[in-house]
C-alpha cells in the first residue's frame, strides 16, 4: 500500500493504493469496482468537504493506476489510516465520524451528512490468503460490517456507521475456496478482529483529535442531531 498526495480545488488531499496485481477477486460497495469480481487494485481516495462532483466512477478512475480495480473516497485524512492484522488477515481503516448514523432511522429524520463541512465516512480494506465462494465473500462483507458496529459502539459513538461508509474484501482468486465468512468461522472470526482492531483504534483517534469528552452513548439515545 502506497500514500501519495495531489491538490485539487487548492487542497491538498491523500490518496492510498493498494496494487495487488492479477489473480486477486473482491467485494466491494464502493462505486468504482463494486460488486464481486477480480480486480487488481483497490483505492481509498481523499476528497473535498462537501464533495459535490456527478462523476465519482470518472473522477476515481482517472485517479488509479489503470485496468480493472475499486475506488472508494473519502472527506477524512486517508493518512490517519490505522492497519490492523490477525492470523494472516489485513484490515485498514479510514476513520471519519463527524456525523455517525443508525442504520435504520425515522422515516423523514434529517441528515446531518447533507451539511456542508461536516466529514464523515469509514472506509475499509480486508486481504485474506485464502480463496471464498461468492456467499462466504458477502458472509464476510456482513462480518466486516458487524465488527465496524461493535468498535463503534465500545468507543461510545451513537451509530452503526456513517451513511457513506464503504467495504472492500480481497481474497486469492484461485485455490481451495471456503464455504464460510461468518463471526464464527476461522477466516470469518480472524477478519472481525482485525477490522474491529483497526476501527476502534481509527474512532478512539477520532474522537481524541475532534470530540470534547462525553458520557458514553447508547442505541436508547437515538441518532445524534
Known sequence: MKLTYRTEEGTRLGALLWEFGPGWRMISSAVLGGGIGEREWVLN?????????????????????????????TAASVDRYVQACDGGVD?????????????????????PELAPVRV????????LPVSMTDAALVNLVMTVTEAKAQALAETGYAGTGTASDAVCVAVPADGPQELFGGPRSEWGARAARAVHTAVRRGAEAWRQRHLTPERHLTPEDGPRP
Open 45 to 73: 481516495a481523499q476528497v473535498v468537504a462537501g464533495y459535490a462532483r456527478m462523476d465519482p466512477i470518472e473522477h476515481l478512475t482517472s485517479l488509479g493506476p489503470g485496468g480493472a480495480g475499486v475506488g472508494m473516497m
Open 120 to 127: 464523515g465516512t469509514v472506509n475499509i480494506v480486508t486481504a
Open 91 to 111: 484490515a485498514w481503516a479510514t476513520v471519519g465520524l463527524r456525523v455517525p448514523t443508525w442504520a435504520a432511522a425515522p422515516e423523514g429524520a434529517p441528515d
